[in-house]
Structure formats: C-alpha cells, structure tokens
C-alpha cells in the first residue's frame, strides 16, 4: 500500500455526509489488473457524534419516500451520467460481464418504486406511525405504553456480487431515518456511491442525503475497523456475506454492538414428476431452473446449483441434457457466456467424466453452462453456470440435502410447494419459491430468515 | 533394448545422478515423457480423458505436458459420500480412473472401512500413498512395486547427496511417527532407519498404525454435520478425542526428549514433520540441550507442509541453528514426486534428472521455462520415473527456478530457496453472499 498524491486507472470516488470527497491523498489498492486507488480516509468525518441527532431523524417517512422515488427517476434517466460512469468503472473491477452489469443497472431504479418502499414500511414495521412517532399499545394489564422504531447509526458492509445489494442497503438505510457508513466491496466499488450522488444530485443538502457516506477500506483492515466498530460510533453493523467478514465483524460484537448478518448462503431447486408428463412441461423446468441457476452468473447467494429431480436416471440425464441446454440463453441477469470453469473444479469433473454410467456430464468448461448427473450431490461447489442434478425417487428425499446453509428453494411444479415447505423450513431452508422465481426477492417479505427493516431499527419503549 | 524410463530411474544409482548434462538429459527426458505418456494413457482414464478434451496426442515438446497436468484435487476427486456410504466397488472404480489399478486385481469381499480397502489395494501390489491436508479429506497416491523399488534406491543412494551418507545401521532412531500406515514419509522413516539404524534401538512416537480413517475423521464428521446427521455428542467426543491424542502424543514425546536429552553423544536419527522437529527442538532447548550438541554423525529428516498449524517464520533458520554440525536431509519435495530435489552446497533445490520441471503462470496454463536464467512461477512436473499413476502435476507452491547452470558447478534446473504457496500469499477483497455449506459447520471442529 502506498499513499500517492495523484492516480492513473481505477479510481474510486468517495461520498462523505452526502459529499463527494475530494482532494486530499490517494491510496493504491490491489493488485495487477485488479489495482485501483482510493482517497484516503478522514476517520473523524466517518461517525456522526451521538451528542446530537442524525440529519434526518426526524424526517417524515413519506417525505423520505418521496425522495427515493425521485431517485429512483433520476437513475432511470441519469441524465447526470453518474451511472454511466459507474458502469465503465464497474467493468474493470466486477468479475461479471459488461452486458451483465448494463442490464443490471439499467433496472436498478426498481428498487426505488413508491410501492415497493411502502411495502416495506407496511410489511415489516407495521406502518409508518411507529417509525415517524411513538405507538400506543396497551399492555396486560390495561396501562397504556408506546414504542418507537428509533433511527439507528449502521456500519454497513456490503456484498459486491450483484449490483441490487447496494441499491437494496441505500434504501433500508434511509428508511430507517439513521446514519449509514457504506464499506464499499472491492468488487464492486462504484454503485453505491453513483447511487448516492444521484440522490444528492435531486436534493442537494438534504437531511438523508447527508445520513450516508461510502467509502472503501480492505477488508478486515483492523486500523479501520477496531477504531469504527464501536458502540460509541455505531449500533449495529449490517455484514452481508462472505464467512471471512462474517467472522471478521464477530470480534467487534459486543455489548452495545450488534452483528446483523446476512450470512453467505446457497439455494437449490427440486423438480416433481409432472415435469416428464409432457415435452412441453420438460422444456418449461428446464427454462425456469436455468433461470434461477444463472442469477448473475451464478455468483448470487439465490442462483440454484443442485437440482433434485424426481425419476430414473434417465429421466434425469433427459433434463439434464435440456437444462444444459438453456444455461447457455443470455437472460436479463446473465450472459450466454459466463465465466470459465475454473481448473480445479475443472479437475474434479474430468474424475466424474471417466465414471459413466454412475456420473454423466453435459457441456464443456467454456462457461456456457455444465451439468453433472450425479447418485448424490458431489463434494464439491459448483460455480460458474454448474449445475448438478441428482435423481432422487421423491421430493422428499430431497429435503435431506436442505440445511441451514440453503437460502431460497425453487419447487416445480408450484402446487408441490405446500406438500414440502414446512419440511424445508424445518431444515433450516428460508424461501420456498416456484421454480423460475429465486432471482429479485420481493420487498416487504422477510430476507435470510428476518424483517430487515424491523431487526435495523432501534426499538425503544415510553412505559 | 533399455526404455528412456528406466535408464533415467537407473540414474539414481550412477554416482552422478545431478551431473547430467542439459541438453542430452532434456532429449532423454523427452522420450521418456512420450513412453510414460503412451503408457500411462492406455490404463489410466481420467488421463486419455484429457489427452482427448485437449487434443494432445504426442508430445513433441514439453509445452505439449501443460494441458495433461494433473493437480491435487485430481488424487481426492471421489465424493466423501462414498465413505460414509461404505461405498466401496464405486470408490475402486474412481480409483482406476486415476491410477493403473484395475477393478479386477483388488479383492473387495469383507471391507468393512477405508482402512481394510486401502488394505487390499495394497494387497494387491500396490501402495495408496495418502496425503491429508487441512479439510481432512485425503489424496491417494498410487506406487506400484516398481516405484517403490525406485524410492528405496533414491534413500540408499542419495541420502544427504551431494555427500551421501554410507548405508552402515550405526544409529539410536527416534521416528516422529507412527509405526505403519501408507504415508510416504513413514515408509521413508522406517526405510532411512532400516538402512541407517539399529533395528533394536528405534523409538516411534506409537506403536499403533496410522488409520486413514482417524486421518480423515473430521471430513467425514464435516460431511455428515452438513447433512445434519452428527449428534451433539459425537461432536462432542470428536473434540475430546483430539485432545487426548494430541495429549498422548505430547507424553511420547516428551519421553523421546528425555532418551535423546541421554544419548545426545551418541549418533542418532531423528525423523519428522517440521511442526513436530520444530516442538522437539524447543523441547531439548528446554532441557538444556545448546544448539550444535548432537553427536555429528547424527542423521536429521524433517519436511512437510505444516497442515495449517502455525510455524514462526524463522522456523527453519531455528532448526539449522539447532541441528548445526549434523548431517541432514535437505530437500524440498512432495509425496506426489519420487524423491526430492536435493540441497547442494550453494543451499540450491536441484531437479533430479526423472523429473521434468514445468514452471508455469499462476492460473497454471502457460509454461514460462526459459533457456537459461531464472523464472518465478507456479512449480509444476512430470515425473517420469512413476509407473503406479501418471507422474504429471501442477502444485500449489510459487518457486524461483534457475535454469543456467548452478554456483555448485552442476547443470540446472535447481529450484531457489524461497518457496511460497500461493495460497498463503493474501487473496482479494470481493464479498459475495454465495456460499457452500462448508461455512456453516467449518470452524465448529477446528475452533
């Protein structure tokens, strides 16, 4: 690492209190073409002292509402071109294709739709009453109490694999009314803070737009994070993903510090017998499954990488070959090219080519999408557009390969949901959704097991 | 007519063995490479696999090795499930895949664990060598009878090369290790002390054999925790019973310490991991043992990777400070190459001559071999010697190599001192919410 006063390539720019932060040194991060230089840090202006209110404390949420949606216009048009630049930036440094990232961005204003926002409010808090004032409730014993879901200060620390996750963190933060410190994640170093200069860009000054700065740091960087991961700076740290950050944030857990994680997870999908009652229905799994299986290349926590399918073998070598087939279709959040396969699990997979009948796989390791037919689940992860199918001779057998690790389920045909989702949740799975529909949870619903916006807040009680 | 194979293994037993010169050893090497290439391709399928994906069907140069090169995940690609399942037929067929073994010469009837099947491939004239490493799932490494001939000739002849030491059973032995198992460096131990030592004077850190089933306990507790089959208490017992062993072992070896703290003046053979040389020192250190003490005809083998437990930097500059005047085995090697490259008296790791030297980029697709002069890469080889497997691997070490000739005054390849892995140089700083299982139950077995 070292301190330069001015930088050639990747640059990132960082927001402070809503401005943009300029001047001053820059800092070389990286590596080879993965380098990249950022402003270095002023730790005094990363904290809003709790000697006074955060800005927008005590901002009406519909006016917090109405301010999002106009964000969510400008970044439908940016006619400022700060997504654009973003993008361009976004290329050298996501590990996901351009025409990934272009439609990606293209629709990252949906975050932002008055509906979505209110369902939010409406679903996990109750309504706006306990977030823009106190709630009478009356206890047991007849009293009257009132509570308030206070505005917090969060450290969030943010997942880079798909875009949607800055959008979705700036949204809950303002939300919540609090103050907000985004660590930006070094593969993704230009969303959140394009993001937030829009939205200062459409009110400049405003009391949210100053509850918010994103910077970078490396992770795990203890001259950081030991000075900023306090109590007397912060509430909760919001950490998404990655067991290193996980386990990183749990040192600074204590009391007065809370951890709210969206932990790493993985999401398979399970396939009924009604799929093989048609060609028609064969075609239309394999789409759906595809789908979910390529959720931003694969790289998402939802995208499915093992598929149980109910039948014989080759029922299954059927779908496998169909599937296959579909993981090379470009969608809306993947290419028809994804990423090599990398050589180790390249390796792996040469071992199971050589094990016919037993194993069978489909495609070849140019990122266009590869399946492996296997009698149980292999050791191994699939990434990158892998997929393993595994026949099972019911759904339910199935169920034992879900755990606490297993984050969204996709089941086909929908009307199996219901005969399995309790077994799934039992087992530790979060989102039981019809096959097709992983991809873009909708808001207002709960995420990794919790109300986001409802665990963000502070709630406080008047007894 | 000789083969190029064997007259390369018959080297070892030349008396220059590291003198050959370059451009001669380079063609022989050559054509030894195509005789194991097509032989190796007829038996072995995961190696006709790729010969076929890559379009690679004679080897006209050593850039034509890359795309064969095997890498460790290859030697333990068989799913755990297998295991657990008591899978055994279907882990043989994996086996053949990888090595020559064949599904009719093992004998499967009655295997009750991955010891008994480990057991039978044996009995059936081969040896699984296994490698564990820190997930605990294990790589198997065929040798067959010829390859095992070959290592005993590499320890008679070339045990602490460039002065080999004459092969007289003169020594007190203490082998840091158990008293079988299909470990290489426990056949290496108890070969060096066969050859070097008195029979009736060695000490084993215990009696008992290594089980690869205790070696792979915690992958098959891992596995079976992911599918939520572990109960509390076997997690429990698991976790005490790696304290008493560590434990037990701790009383072995301070038992040791006492005998050799006795018979420093004696000449000894002292054989072990690094991480256990490393406890031993610092124990006799203890005692008041000074560095530089032992008797001179003493005989020291240590190496191996440190599986993960945590090593000062300085370990090895502690180790030579400690055994200074004593004759040790100075090599840097891996159990998927025969033999070692050997230390020279410039402190330079020279190539034997049955090993061809690939040095490729990081990602381990270009081969970056100069004519002369020095490369840093990713240490690759093909081992031509072998004739249980398909001597082709890519490692996970960065090395320097020197291709001109060494300060020592012998040709080259010889590999520079500072070896690193890759996987011990820092990652990146990427967070995805995409997760395996692993995270999840990782960290409860091994804190």
């Known amino acids: 690492m070292t301190t330069t006063t001015r930088t050639s390539g990747t640059t990132v720019v960082h927001v402070v209190h809503g401005d943009v932060a300029e001047g001053g040194p820059y800092i070389d991060h990286g590596r080879g073409d993965t380098a990249f230089s950022a402003p270095a840090l002023d730790l005094n202006r990363l904290v809003w002292p709790r000697t006074e209110p955060g800005p927008a404390f005590n901002v009406p949420s519909a006016e917090i509402v109405d301010l999002l949606v106009e964000t969510g216009e400008a970044l439908k048009t940016d006619r400022q071109g700060l997504l654009a630049e973003a993008l ?49 409730v009356r206890l047991p014993e007849g009293r009257l109490a009132s509570v308030r879901a206070f505005p917090p200060r969060l450290v969030h620390v943010i997942a880079g694999n798909a875009p949607g996750v800055a959008a979705m963190s700036v949204v809950r933060g303002a939300l919540t009314k609090g103050v907000n410190l985004l660590k930006l994640p070094s593969n993704d170093l230009f969303t959140a803070t394009a993001i937030l200069r829009t939205m200062a860009k459409v009110a400049p000054g405003h009391p949210v737009v100053r509850s918010f700065s994103a910077v970078y740091w490396r992770g795990g960087d203890t001259t950081v994070e030991s000075v900023l991961f306090r109590p007397q700076f912060f509430d909760k740290l919001v950490a998404w993903g990655g067991e290193a950050t996980i386990r990183g944030a749990l040192q600074y857990v204590g009391p007065g510090f809370e951890l709210v994680s969206f932990d790493p997870k993985t999401s398979i999908s399970v396939i009924g017998r009604e799929a093989f009652a048609t060609e028609e229905a064969l075609t239309e799994a394999a789409d759906a499954a595809a789908a979910d299986a390529t959720f931003f290349n694969q790289q998402a926590c939802v995208a499915s990488r093992f598929q149980f399918v109910e039948g014989s073998d080759e029922d299954a070598d059927r779908y496998a070959a169909l599937l ?75 169920v034992t390969h879900a755990g606490v690790a297993t984050q969204t389920v996709g089941v086909y045909p929908d009307a199996r949901k219901t005969e399995l989702r309790d077994a799934l949740a039992c087992a530790g799975v979060q989102r039981v959704v019809s096959l097709g529909r992983a991809g873009g949870m909708p808001p207002g619903l709960s995420h990794d097991g919790f109300y986001p916006l409802q665990r963000l807040m502070r709630w406080v009680n008047d007894e | 007519m000789t083969s190029a194979r064997e007259h390369i293994r018959n080297l070892v037993a030349s ?75 279907r882990l043989l067929r994996w086996y053949t895949t990888v090595s020559v073994v064949e599904s009719g010469d093992v004998d499967l009837d009655g295997v009750a664990d991955i010891d008994d099947w480990t057991d039978r491939i044996t009995a059936a004239g081969h040896r699984p060598y296994i490698t564990s490493g820190t997930s605990g799932k294990v790589s198997f490494l065929n040798c067959d009878g010829t390859d095992l001939r070959f290592l005993h000739d590499i320890l008679e002849n070339l045990t ?81 019973a790696s304290e008493t062993r560590e434990q037990q072992l701790g009383a072995a070896l301070t038992q040791i310490v006492d005998d050799i703290a006795a018979h420093r ?57 400690f055994y200074l005047g004593v004759r040790r085995v100075r090599s840097y090697g891996m159990t998927e190459l025969q033999g ?48 249980g497997r398909w001597g082709g691997l890519i490692s996970g070490d960065r090395v320097s190599v020197d291709f001109s000739p060494c300060d020592c005054g012998r040709p080259g390849p010889a590999v520079l001192p500072d070896i690193r892995r890759y996987g011990d140089l820092g990652g990146d700083d990427k967070i995805t919410c995409a997760a395996t299982l692993d995270s999840y139950v990782r960290g409860m077995i091994h804190g």
């Open chain 1, 324 to 398: 296959r087939e579909r993981l090379g279709v470009a969608r809306e959040f993947s290419s028809a090219d994804g990423p090599r396969v990398p050589a180790e699990l390249r390796e792996e997979i040469d071992v199971l080519r050589s094990m016919e009948p037993d194993y069978r796989v489909w495609g070849a390791y140019d990122g266009r999408g590869l399946v492996i037919r296997s009698p149980e689940p292999v050791d191994f992860h699939p990434d990158g557009k892998i997929v393993n199918v595994i026949p099972v001779a019911a759904l339910s057998d199935a």
């Open chain 2, 340 to 387: 070692s490259c050997l230390a020279c008296e410039s402190g330079r790791y020279h190539v034997p001559p049955w090993v061809i030297p690939l040095i490729l980029d990081e990602p381990g697709e270009t081969l970056l071999n100069p004519e002369h002069g020095v490369v840093e890469g990713r240490f690759a080889f093909l081992d031509v010697s072998l004739s």
């Open chain 2, 265 to 321: 003046d004696e000449p000894l053979l002292i054989a072990g991991m690094n991480n256990q040389q490393f406890a031993l020192i610092q124990a006799l250190r203890e005692r008041g043992v000074p560095d530089g003490s032992l008797h001179p005809d003493t005989l020291v083998l240590s190496g191996g990777g440190n599986k993960g437990r945590a090593l000062p930097d300085d370990y090895q500059q502690q180790l030579a400070a």
């Open chain 2, 15 to 89: 008396g220059d063995t590291f003198d050959q010169p370059a451009k001669e050893l380079r063609e022989l090497q050559l054509d030894a490479a195509r005789e194991a290439f097509a032989a190796h391709r007829e038996r072995i399928p995961l190696l006709r696999t790729r010969a076929e994906e890559t379009g690679v069907h004679e080897i006209t140069a050593p850039a034509d090795l890359v795309p064969l090169l095997f890498s460790h995940t290859s030697y333990k690609s068989y799913p755990v499930s297998l295991i657990t399942a008591g899978r055994w037929d």
């Open chain 1, 88 to 136: 361009a930036a976004m290329v050298r440094v996501s590990p996901l294709p351009a025409e990934v990232l272009e439609r990606a961005y293209a629709v990252l204003w949906r975050s932002f739709q008055r509906p979505s926002l209110r369902a939010q409010i409406d679903h996990e808090l109750g309504g706006p009453d306990v977030l823009d004032g106190w709630r009478e």
């Open chain 2, 160 to 240: 602490c090369w460039p002065d080999p030491l004459p092969p007289k059973p003169t020594r007190r032995a203490y082998l840091l290790a158990p008293a079988s198992g299909p470990m290489r460096s426990i056949d290496g131990f108890r070969g060096h002390a066969d050859v070097f030592a008195r029979p009736e004077e060695t000490h084993l850190l215990t009696d008992e054999p290594l089980r690869v089933s205790e070696l792979m306990s915690s992958a098959l507790l891992r596995r079976r925790m992911a599918e939520g089959t572990a109960t509390p208490q076997e997690i429990g017992s698991f976790e005490a």
